[in-house]
């Protein structure tokens, strides 16, 4: 598996933008399609975007659509999430996956095919 830690969580205000990343480590990190999930209080992890190993396969939920941006380089072994125009119900803890899939369009959005996680990092957007 490959381990993963998050960085770039924050509070900021509504309108404001935050950029997360995700570095990875332990495996060939361009064998992995990169996700990123969301858990609100309360409710259940979401899918919110998606980039395939090459990076051209991009997927976002439709919640953040036009306002995120996910990004990979893998070189560097990093996955990006550029969030711009933060609405406070993007309030949640954000999580960086790995896939290992090479079945993108049945697995990109679903949690269950990621078989690596990040601890996660706190996004908090005031009103």
């Known amino acids: 598996q490959v381990q993963l830690v998050e960085s770039g969580g924050g509070l900021v205000q509504a309108g404001g933008s935050l950029k997360l990343s995700c570095t990875a480590s332990g495996r060939t990190f361009s064998n992995y399609v990169m996700g990123w999930f969301r858990q609100a209080p309360g409710k259940e992890r979401e899918f919110v975007a998606a980039i395939s190993r090459s990076s051209t396969l991009l997927h976002y939920a439709d919640s953040v659509k036009g306002r995120f941006t996910i990004s990979r380089e893998n070189a560097k072994n990093t996955v990006n999430l550029q969030m711009n125009t933060l609405k406070p119900e993007d309030t949640a803890v954000y999580y960086c996956?790995?896939?290992?899939?090479?079945?993108?369009?049945?697995?990109?959005?679903?949690?269950?095919?990621?078989?690596?996680w990040g601890q996660g990092t706190q996004v908090t957007v005031s009103s």
């Open positions: 996956a790995a896939n290992p899939s090479t079945d993108y369009f049945g697995t990109y959005d679903r949690a269950p095919s990621y078989t690596s």
